[in-house]
């Protein structure tokens, strides 16, 4: 059964940056698609960013876009997620997904991670 585990979240101020990790285990790593997805309080779940499984294209919610990156790296099992510039708007749980399917609304994602909580104060 595969296994989704994040890192690197945490209390920043406005205008620092994290990199988030989730590493996986249990799946065939590069057969899929990650992604992140957030929830902020009192929100409902959603898209941040998405990867292929080659790592050729990645999708990005336009909140993110121009100012978030996602990678991965297929040999380390691992998809990364660069925040920069982080604002506080951005506080959230951040959950690891993946997909089989390259798709990234909620029916397709086949495994999540338990999430990793950042929090960003002005």
């Known amino acids: 059964q595969g296994q989704l585990v994040e890192s690197g979240g945490g209390l920043v101020q406005a205008g620092g940056s994290l990199r988030l990790a989730c590493a996986a285990s249990?799946?065939?790593?590069?057969?899929?698609?990650m992604g992140w997805f957030r929830q902020a309080p009192g929100k409902e779940r959603e898209f941040v960013a998405a990867?292929?499984?080659?790592?050729?294209?990645?999708y990005y919610a336009d909140s993110v876009k121009g100012r978030f990156t996602i990678s991965r790296d297929n040999a380390k099992n691992t998809v990364y997620l660069q925040m920069p510039s982080l604002k506080p708007e951005d506080t959230a749980v951040y959950y690891c997904?993946?997909?089989?399917?390259?798709?990234?609304?909620?029916?397709?994602?086949?495994?999540w991670g338990k999430g990793t909580l950042v929090t960003v104060s002005s």
């Open positions: 249990g799946l065939t790593f590069s057969a899929v698609a």
């Open positions: 997904a993946a997909s089989f399917e390259e798709r990234f609304r909620e029916q397709y994602i086949s495994y």
């Open positions: 990867i292929s499984w080659s790592g050729g294209r990645t």
